[in-house]
């Protein structure tokens, strides 16, 4: 991804990725998709100095845990952030079909643990408040997203300063998100991330409607009834679980969109998605 002007901010430093078999792969890239990441980290968008609400987002692009499709669930939305004030960090997360990895399905969460942390211990330099932090997440990147505030093991601790540093986000923002690895799964995601015939306890583990708990940060969601590929109701089925929690959760489920919901150029009422969401981060004060 050279010939990018943003920052790009490594998430490990040298020689202390976990979970790595020691191979040294290239990033491979083909149109606009990332399908292999050698080097794991976050591409930097910044708002202007004026325009700063010190509020930032981390957003995992989609690509059902198979590649990463950067620019438009990743960039775009970022250069969306910044118009609202929001600093925003596109994150290029190991894929679980990685040859490196010793373990497939920790992967994509040990990068983002480490990428909240980096953030939340830079806020002062990148003038954002430590409790503005979240995270979004589109179709798979939703289930890493959904991950992030749902599971509470450290698997990204290396034994630096960012050990003391908490890698719970501050909210989550959900676009026709994965969510379940049980019924209703997106089978590709499921098998990407867990293999062909993952045990009952693994697809437990792994159903972030089943992880819900008090500690889990506020959530807006969107999703299409006519969603083909992710069914609709990974998001109503997490909305329910963090409603018994009574965790503030807002879902949206338009009549139209299909799958991955865009920015722009949405069919009917789908379109206002993006006003709900910055009414609904004005709403819960991290935009203030």
């Not at 643990?113 to 430590?130: F, H, K, P, V």
């Not at 503005?132 to 630096?160: C, E, F, P, R, Y």
């Not at 697809?203 to 969603?227: G, I, N, R």
Request: charged letters at 15%.
């Amino acid at each position: 991804m050279t010939g990018s002007a943003q920052e790009f901010i490594p998430l490990w430093p040298a020689g202390k990725m976990p979970n790595t078999k020691g191979m040294r792969l290239k990033d491979s890239i083909n149109n606009e998709r990332v399908f292999q990441v050698g080097a794991p980290g976050m591409f930097a968008f910044f708002p202007s100095l004026q325009e700063n609400k010190q509020c930032a987002v981390i957003i995992c692009p989609g690509g059902g845990y198979h590649h990463l499709s950067y620019q438009i669930s990743g960039f775009q939305l970022a250069k969306w952030f910044n118009t609202m004030g929001i600093s925003a960090f596109v994150l290029n997360y190991r894929l679980p079909n990685s040859p490196d990895l010793a373990q497939r399905e920790s992967g994509p969460l040990q990068d983002a643990q480490r990428a909240i942390r980096l953030i939340r211990a830079n806020a002062g330099r990148w003038g954002l408040q430590q409790n503005k932090i979240g995270v979004m997440g589109i179709s798979a990147g939703g289930h890493l997203a959904t991950m992030l505030g749902n599971v509470t093991d450290d698997v990204a601790a290396i034994g630096d300063s960012l050990n003391a540093v908490s890698f719970r986000p501050d909210f989550t923002l959900l676009v026709s998100p994965v969510v379940t690895m049980g019924p209703y799964t997106h089978k590709g995601s499921r098998e990407n991330l867990l293999g062909k015939e993952p045990s009952k306890e693994m697809v437990d583990k792994y159903s972030m409607e089943l992880q819900v708990k008090p500690t889990t940060p506020p959530c807006f969601m969107v999703h299409a009834w006519d969603d083909k590929a992710v069914d609709p109701r990974n998001s109503l089925n997490l909305y329910l679980a963090m409603l018994e929690k009574k965790i503030s959760a807002s879902i949206h489920i338009f009549p139209q969109g299909g799958h991955n919901i865009a920015l722009r150029n949405n069919p009917g009422s789908t379109q206002q998605w993006t006003t709900l969401c910055e009414q609904w981060l004005m709403e819960m004060g991290f935009l203030k």
